[in-house]
């Protein structure tokens, strides 16, 4: 069963996620032959002011 966990600072609108998860489920699909029904999909949503990178804070 195929797992995806995406994890971006900022907000998405609902339609995005549809999109998102639908998109990586049929892509999926398509490689491990495993039906989309079996695809899970993790979306998490960070804001930049609990982010880092290059030992800085993004928000």
Not at 22 to 46: H, N, R
Request: net charge positive.
């Amino acid at each position: 069963m195929p797992y995806v966990d995406l994890k971006l600072v900022g907000k998405l609108t609902k339609e995005q996620k549809e999109k998102i998860v639908d998109e990586f489920s049929a892509t999926l699909e398509k490689v491990t032959k495993k039906p989309k029904q079996y695809t899970y999909v993790s979306i998490q949503e960070f804001d930049a002011s609990n982010w880092g990178f290059g030992g800085k804070l993004l928000g």
